[in-house]
């Protein structure tokens, strides 16, 4: 659906893409992750179309976006700060999108009319932050749109509202078939909705996988162990982290978790407990391994 090859993004003479690759498939939700400055936003205005690459492509459906009409008029994208016309209404904005988007459907714009129960004929500039996020994607997801691109699109809305949101972007997925591409800093959100996960550092795509495999392939263990046996682990590549309270270890282990579990029954601790990770915990230590300066937050 959206594929982006070998993209690499100078400004002036700093490199903010570096040969980056990602393949966002038809009817999934794809969260695209990583910290400040790691080229997030760079790659969303890419595939937006906003912003032409150094060398690469990015295509959606096999056709190039920038300056394709047609294609354009397939995608919509609601970012942190949505763009609208400081003197429309609602009606006035929906009047718009009508116009640009010819999948637009006024019988699902009167259904979310009824969930967001916001004043149509309002001023957008006269509502709150949450508000306008309301009718952001009231407008957006009536449009029909195959692809969806969310950049931090929740930030403003209560946790009723967000769950909301939520719950109407996941039926278009299963109903249509949309295909949402979203990043933000709210992993456990992310966590619940993605069945997709990339991980971008500096420009980079350091891993991009099914979040099933992602959490399966990251194992968080609390051992009882000897000094002597826990030193003899600490050099090794596929441990991501170790740290300990006296006896008590802590080690997150990239691998198999059957092969370490025989591997730590030999050595007959006091305790092995084996706990799953959350998406926040996978992402610190992956980030971790490329020497991502948060050694205050890990425990």
């Given at each position: 659906?959206?594929?982006?090859?070998n993209?690499?993004?100078?400004?002036?003479?700093?490199?903010?893409?570096?040969?980056?690759?990602?393949?966002?498939?038809?009817?999934?939700?794809?969260?695209l992750?990583g910290?400040?400055?790691?080229?997030?936003?760079?790659?969303?205005?890419?595939?937006?179309?906003?912003l032409?690459?150094?060398?690469?492509?990015?295509t959606?459906?096999?056709?190039?976006?920038?300056?394709?009409?047609?294609?354009?008029?397939?995608?919509l994208?609601?970012?942190d700060?949505?763009?609208?016309?400081s003197?429309f209404?609602?009606?006035?904005?929906?009047?718009?999108?009508?116009?640009?988007?010819?999948?637009?459907?006024?019988?699902?714009?009167?259904a979310?009319?009824?969930?967001?129960?916001?004043?149509?004929?309002?001023?957008?500039?006269?509502?709150s932050k949450?508000?306008?996020?309301?009718?952001?994607?009231w407008?957006?997801?009536?449009?029909?749109?195959?692809?969806?691109?969310?950049?931090?699109?929740?930030d403003?809305?209560?946790?009723?509202?967000?769950?909301?949101?939520?719950?109407l972007?996941?039926?278009d997925?299963?109903?249509?078939?949309?295909?949402?591409?979203v990043?933000?800093?709210?992993?456990?959100?992310?966590?619940?909705?993605?069945?997709w996960?990339?991980?971008?550092?500096?420009?980079?795509?350091?891993?991009?996988?099914?979040?099933?495999?992602?959490?399966?392939?990251?194992h968080?263990?609390?051992?009882?162990?000897?000094?002597?046996?826990a030193?003899?682990?600490?050099?090794?590549?596929?441990?991501?982290?170790?740290?300990?309270?006296?006896?008590?270890?802590s080690?997150?282990?990239?691998?198999e978790?059957?092969?370490?579990?025989?591997?730590?029954?030999?050595?007959?601790?006091?305790?092995?407990?084996?706990i799953?990770?959350?998406?926040?915990e996978?992402?610190?230590?992956e980030l971790?391994?490329?020497g991502?300066?948060f050694?205050n937050?890990i425990?």
């Amino acid at each position: 659906m959206i594929k982006v090859e070998n993209v690499t993004k100078y400004f002036d003479e700093f490199k903010v893409l570096d040969d980056i690759s990602m393949h966002v498939r038809r009817g999934t939700i794809y969260g695209l992750i990583g910290p400040n400055g790691a080229g997030k936003t760079t790659i969303i205005n890419h595939i937006n179309g906003v912003l032409t690459p150094r060398s690469g492509s990015i295509t959606i459906n096999g056709e190039p976006v920038f300056e394709n009409e047609s294609v354009k008029r397939t995608v919509l994208n609601i970012s942190d700060d949505w763009f609208y016309f400081s003197t429309f209404s609602v009606r006035e904005m929906a009047r718009f999108y009508r116009d640009i988007y010819p999948s637009w459907s006024e019988e699902r714009y009167q259904a979310i009319k009824g969930i967001f129960n916001l004043d149509e004929k309002r001023q957008i500039r006269k509502f709150s932050k949450g508000m306008k996020k309301q009718v952001a994607f009231w407008l957006s997801l009536s449009a029909m749109p195959d692809v969806l691109i969310l950049d931090e699109p929740l930030d403003g809305l209560d946790p009723v509202m967000r769950k909301q949101v939520l719950s109407l972007v996941i039926a278009d997925v299963a109903d249509r078939e949309m295909t949402v591409l979203v990043s933000s800093h709210n992993l456990r959100e992310l966590e619940d909705i993605c069945d997709w996960v990339g991980i971008i550092h500096e420009g980079r795509m350091i891993l991009e996988k099914e979040l099933s495999d992602l959490k399966g392939n990251v194992h968080k263990y609390q051992l009882v162990l000897s000094d002597e046996d826990a030193e003899k682990l600490r050099n090794e590549p596929s441990i991501l982290h170790i740290s300990n309270t006296g006896s008590v270890y802590s080690l997150i282990i990239r691998g198999e978790a059957a092969e370490y579990d025989a591997r730590f029954s030999v050595l007959s601790p006091a305790l092995c407990e084996r706990i799953s990770l959350t998406l926040e915990e996978v992402f610190i230590y992956e980030l971790g391994g490329l020497g991502y300066d948060f050694k205050n937050i890990i425990v």
